[in-house]
């Protein structure tokens, strides 16, 4: 006998999922009345842009901050807490950017005390200027940790110096635990573009803190908002990072005869074209290493075992530098085939309009060049090794650039560089 829903057990099975709760008048109207004014160095590149809200009362913990329960630094008269919890836009070493404020309340809605975060630890700054019951704290230039005053953050300006002005302290996404599963979207892309993006960000600090942030005039949503707002508030950043992106978005390598020269190869007796070791081409670390130093996203597309890339590419310190592997062994075809090249972009998180902004550096003008325009991808012919036809068949083997050199690779790239930001 089949089991008949009842009415209560379709209602449950289509019921919507919650949704969070609002934040309320009077919660809103206090937290204005109370916000805090940020004092930023003038150069200070972020901002706040919303701010999530929640009334703690006593017993409750904190939603948004884990590292420490509020009610631990609360005084004897405490009857409440006002949590500010700060969403900037941007952090100068990394895009996920969360900073709080507590405000003590008595019975009466009146502020007792204050703490604040600074790198994740909780810290007393009642000590701070009240004005008109808005307290005005101090932000560390690009990272945003709050001071009652600002010698706090003078007295860090060697380390501050340093993350703010070194393109090298840039993490991209730090992402929190909690929400690791709502950013699965995030690729190696998206990570490259918070780097291209942060980098342009960095800025030597004045310690001078004439930019303020008057946080009852950003919008107020309840923590419960903001938890679901946060993933597509960096969703839609990623998204616009992309529209923005001009240039070359990712360099496409070949490993045979490009950075490896396949007359030194030395085969396995035991398996059928597997490759043990092999030299590498004569500037082909050069130019890997210029690449990474630019910020470059490097995938390898190649036809043949990945055991032979991994044995070759690894001696030579080469295997390190890909941030994508596409190899015909896993992708079951080989090049001119476009399905190998599509992988390398798919790993990448490149999308198949970004194809005009992508490099293919290859020595085969049958596999790599046709394979790669057919593409839409722009190609670079390495003319070194005398293995294969050296004459194009049509238009599709014919290559955009022509080198002799792997290194000259990059002096390509700076062309087209120079002629995206003319466009």
């Known amino acids: 006998m089949m089991h008949q829903d009842s009415t209560a057990d379709k209602e449950r099975s289509f019921r919507p999922a919650q949704l969070p709760e609002r934040i309320d008048a009077a919660t809103a109207l206090l937290a204005r009345q109370l916000a805090p004014i940020l004092l930023c160095d003038k150069l200070e590149p972020f901002e706040p ?20 329960n509020p009610f631990t630094r609360a005084p004897n008269r405490t009857f409440s807490i006002l949590e500010y919890a700060i969403w900037w836009n941007g952090d100068i070493q990394h895009l996920y950017e969360l900073d709080h404020v507590w405000i003590y309340l008595n019975e009466n809605n009146t502020p007792i005390h204050i703490t604040a975060s600074a790198h994740g630890e909780m810290i007393d700054i009642s000590q701070s200027n009240w004005q008109d019951r808005q307290i005005r704290l101090f932000c560390e230039p690009g990272k945003h940790a709050l001071a009652p005053t600002s010698a706090e953050i003078i007295e860090k300006r060697d380390w501050l110096n340093d993350v703010c002005t070194n393109p ?24 490259f573009l918070a780097h291209d993006y942060l980098r ?21 949503v309840s923590w419960g908002e903001l938890e679901i707002l946060i993933p597509r508030l960096l969703r839609d950043q990623t998204e ?35 490759v043990l070791s092999a030299k590498s081409i004569e500037t082909s670390r050069q130019l890997l290493e210029g690449l990474k130093e630019r910020g470059y996203l490097i995938a390898l ?47 990448l998180g490149l999308r198949r309009e970004d194809t005009e902004h992508i490099v293919m550096l290859g020595d085969n003008l049958s596999r790599d060049i046709r394979g790669a325009k057919a593409l839409g991808i722009k190609t670079v012919w390495l003319d070194g090794a005398p ?8 238009d ?19 062309q087209l560089e120079g002629e995206e930001t003319v466009d």
């Open 168 to 191: 090298d302290k840039i993490i991209g996404f730090e992402i929190p635990t909690e929400f690791a599963d709502h950013m699965s979207f995030l690729s190696p892309y998206d990570d």
């Open 200 to 220: 342009k960000k960095c800025f030597t600090p004045s310690y001078s803190f004439e930019k303020s942030f008057d946080l009852s005039k950003v919008p107020f």
């Open 240 to 274: 616009q990072l992309r529209k923005n992106k001009k240039g070359i978005k990712a360099v496409l390598l070949d490993s045979g005869d490009t950075l490896i020269d396949e007359g030194t190869r030395i085969y396995s007796e035991d398996r059928e074209n597997l």
């Open 301 to 347: 597309v190649a036809d043949g075992l990945e055991q032979s890339f991994h044995n070759v590419l690894k001696k030579n310190g080469f295997w390190e530098k890909f941030d994508a592997i596409s190899i015909s062994e896993n992708c079951g075809i080989t090049k001119p085939s476009p399905r190998i090249f599509i992988e390398a972009l798919m790993q």
């Open 49 to 68: 842009a919303v701010v999530g809200i929640s009334h703690l009362k006593r017993g409750e913990t904190s939603p948004s901050f884990k590292h420490m």
């Open 387 to 394: 293995r294969h036809d050296k004459t194009p068949k049509d």
């Open 396 to 414: 599709l083997e014919t290559p955009d650039y022509r080198i002799t050199r792997p290194i000259e690779l990059l002096d390509i790239i700076d």
